[in-house]
């Protein structure tokens, strides 16, 4: 018998359900169900901006061990210590470091992404 914690896990789209969750009202997260199907291990989201938005946003850092976002639609603008203001589109994939700290500056009222974290709950600070 395995002692591997993961389980096989499926989220279809046409049960998916987008709510408000973390640190900015504006954004809604549909939760794939990876935090779940590996013990808190990973989390994995598709998030998406419920408008668009310049300015209003708080300057922060995440602690954790890996995060990273893949651009399904839209785009998005933020500034980070390491590489300056940057405008990612769909297709871009973001790796960020632990406590780099950084601030989203605008993005399109289409924006959509994929979010994947180890682990799937941690820490947001506000620097």
Do not use: N
């Amino acid at each position: 018998m395995s002692s591997d914690p993961f389980k096989f896990h499926v989220s279809f789209a046409k049960d998916g359900k987008f709510e408000p969750q973390g640190l900015w009202s504006h954004f809604e997260y549909r939760d794939l169900g990876i935090a779940a199907a590996t013990g808190g291990r990973f989390g994995a989201h598709v998030i998406r901006a419920k408008e668009a938005r310049e300015g209003g946003f708080k300057r922060h850092k995440h602690e954790l061990e890996f995060q990273m976002f893949y651009m399904l639609k839209g785009w998005f603008k933020f500034e980070c210590e390491e590489g300056g203001v940057i405008t990612v589109h769909a297709g871009d994939c973001v790796h960020q470091p632990s406590q780099m700290p950084h601030i989203t500056l605008a993005c399109s009222d289409d924006l959509e992404l994929i979010e994947i974290t180890s682990p799937a709950e941690f820490p947001t600070i506000e620097v």
